[in-house]
């Protein structure tokens, strides 16, 4: 608690000065007027001793630029107060009883609003107090568009599918119930419905274990040259390949093929394997990338999980020769392969299309040469110039 009181302490010098000289009723009143003013001094400084605040949020998970409210509750004394939280850029906010403040932020992460500074001011004397709260935290998912894989593309990403009521299920064989989720009438189990007064389907055996394998390369590749150069570029690429793979994970999750994500970022390799989209933004909200961290490895890892019925997707910022000879050999272990190789990430849905003066690097054009010969492989490389869409890239995987 810090307390600010010279102007108090320099008016009772002052009128006790004036005391020492003469003593009259203009003095007296003086007097009586310093005496209230140490009094309610007194009071404030006891009361600040125990004063404290409750702090709620309506939600802790939300999206860049989505609100949420922090609701701030007084506790131990109802006095005059102004409130001050730096993490959201709240200078002075008047707090009697219940405030509410909403705020949204502007990048993803997790962010921790640890700090409250309650001030009391008056005539001659001003009190701050800091609260410190270690368990409000709000993370912020990166945003997604919407993506549409048209003509059924993702039915024959997915090897052995030959249900056509619900992707990679086999309606012939029923191993239990599960909530409705936009599924055909005549899935319905009426029977149980009645019995646990909600709406609940048949849940059947997926025909093969085919996933969507997705695997993420945000760090700077070793193969590029000047790494100084490529900073900025690095940076958007990150955020854009970010919002590829959230767009694409919610793609597939809806369509209920199951994903499995290999993320090389600046903390190593983060994995996830989930049937909630959710937990793929929790990973992909706080995942990064350096100049220095990519390694090869990522490919060996990729290789010891991924299984014959999968689909590989790779997002990357640069393709080499010894990508593909490692592709090379991760493709006699797996379907399917398309690599979305996005030097300088790609163009936003609600921006305009524009003139772009970026070459694409010497050595992924050179591969784009052979994109037939790979295609006749199921080596599918789509590379992104950087005023076209993520759907537009999307559209042109066979």
């Known amino acids: 608690m810090q307390i600010e009181n010279v102007r108090l302490v320099f008016l009772t010098v002052l009128v006790l000065f004036l005391n020492f000289f003469r003593i009259n009723g203009f003095t007296i009143f003086l007097d009586a007027f310093v005496i209230i003013q140490w009094i309610n001094y007194s009071r404030i400084v006891n009361i600040f001793k125990d004063v404290d605040i409750d702090v709620k949020l309506d939600k802790d998970r939300v999206f860049i630029d989505e609100d949420f409210n922090l609701i701030i509750s007084l506790c131990g004394g109802k006095i005059l107060l102004y409130l001050s939280v730096p993490e959201l850029g709240e200078g002075k906010v008047y707090l009697k009883d219940v405030v509410v403040l909403k705020h949204s932020f502007a990048k993803r992460g997790k962010f921790n609003i640890e700090k409250f500074f309650l001030k009391y001011d008056a005539a001659f004397f001003n009190i701050i107090k800091k609260v410190e709260k270690k368990d409000i935290q709000v993370k912020v998912f990166p945003n997604y568009e919407e993506v549409y894989f048209r003509k059924e593309k993702l039915l024959d990403l997915v090897p052995n599918v030959v249900s056509k009521i619900r992707l990679l299920e086999d309606p012939t064989s029923i191993i239990g119930v599960r909530k409705y989720e936009k599924d055909p009438i005549k899935m319905i189990n009426w029977k149980i419905s009645a019995k646990l007064g909600d709406i609940y389907v048949k849940q059947t055996e997926y025909t093969s274990q085919g996933r969507l394998f997705l695997g993420l390369f945000l760090n700077l590749h070793s193969q590029i040259f000047s790494k100084t150069a490529w900073r900025p570029i690095l940076n958007k690429y990150v955020e854009d390949a970010i919002l590829a793979a959230n767009s694409i994970v919610k793609e597939v999750s809806a369509r209920n093929i199951p994903v499995k994500l290999i993320a090389d970022t600046s903390e190593g390799i983060k994995k996830e394997f989930s049937s909630d989209w959710i937990d793929y933004y929790e990973v992909l909200s706080t995942s990064y990338g350096s100049l220095e961290g990519f ?26 020769e010894k990508d593909l000879e490692k592709i090379m050999r991760i493709r006699e272990r797996v379907s399917r392969i398309i690599i979305l190789v996005m030097p300088y990430g790609f163009r936003r849905y609600n921006t305009k299309k524009f003139k772009s003066y970026l070459d694409i690097p010497q050595d992924i054009e050179a591969i784009k040469k052979n994109c037939a010969i790979l295609r006749e492989n199921d080596i599918h490389v789509i590379v992104y110039l950087e005023n076209m869409l993520l759907q537009e890239g999307i559209e042109l995987v066979n």
Do not use: A, G
């Not at 490895?297 to 080499?320: A, G, H, Q």
């Open 295 to 320: 390694s090869f490895e990522v490919y060996n890892e990729i290789e010891r999980e991924i299984i014959f019925n999968d689909t590989l997707l790779i997002i990357t910022m640069f393709l080499s």
